[in-house]
């Protein structure tokens, strides 16, 4: 079967259907689009970087027919490398985006369809996962600075290589504002608590942690750092 210029037999252990006998509701295209909160509740939004042996448009098609394609998006991102590995020579980006109340749901959902597949999946010391925290409701200013005076206690649950690393410098400004300020036009946003994604998405972005294809990993880092961002310390955390 082709699709956009591939040929393949099955999709994520099961044989698939023409793309045009997809419900209308559910279609590639739509986990290339960009995903946005569409009612006022918090929204998290996580982008886990990952290697594969599937390419980024079966990927598409993987999360189609799993119905995942309005919650999760794949794209491109030219910092992540395979490392030499033939078995997974693909690289791309997952950005899943749902309400703080829902975003453990989808995450099971979403590493259970990684399971169940035929394919190859892994991360590697060049992927990261990024967790972007919804500040419409919030003062950003004071969740930056609950973050950074816990900054040292959140690096103890991360993997060395996280710690001298260029796409996540460690902050120097204990304020967002400065935050912004210091690399102001030369990259502000490759901090461990990255500034600028407020002004693009209404979030505060934290840039630290490694690639994991974990999900309760993630579930604790999540629970960490809005333990951190609501009541201005570290709280104990399963799973981190």
């Known amino acids: 079967m082709k699709v956009q210029g591939y040929t393949y037999t099955k999709v994520g252990g099961l044989r698939v259907t023409p793309i045009t006998q997809l419900k209308r509701k559910h279609h590639p295209k739509f986990a290339r689009e960009y995903k946005k909160p569409v009612i006022t509740s918090n929204y998290i939004g996580i982008e886990i970087e990952m290697v594969s042996d599937i390419n980024l448009e079966q990927m598409a098609v993987l999360l189609a027919l799993n119905k995942l394609d309005h919650r999760i998006r794949v794209m491109s991102d ?3 490398s395979s490392n030499g590995d033939s078995e997974v020579p693909y690289t791309f980006e997952i ?5 703080e109340y829902n975003i453990n749901n989808t995450l099971d959902k979403f590493s259970k369809m990684l399971v169940d597949s035929d394919f190859k999946f892994k991360t590697n010391l ?3 996962t990024h967790i972007h925290f919804d500040m419409r409701n919030r003062d950003v200013e004071e969740a930056y600075s609950n973050l950074y005076d816990n900054l040292d206690s959140i690096l103890k649950t991360v993997h060395p290589s996280r710690l001298d690393n260029r796409y996540c410098k460690r902050n120097k400004a204990s304020t967002h504002s400065e ?6 036009g030369s990259g502000a946003r490759y901090q461990m608590l990255n500034p600028e994604s407020y002004s693009k998405h209404q979030t505060l972005e934290v840039r630290v942690f490694e690639g994991t294809l974990d999900m309760d990993k993630i579930k604790g880092w999540i629970s960490m750092c809005l333990g951190i961002i609501n009541n201005g310390n570290l709280k104990a955390v399963a799973n981190v």
Request: contains cysteine; negative net charge.
């Open 78 to 80: 030219g910092s992540i």
């Open 95 to 99: 950005n899943i985006l749902d309400t």
């Open 126 to 128: 060049s992927c990261g």
């Open 179 to 184: 935050a912004q300020d210091i690399y102001a």
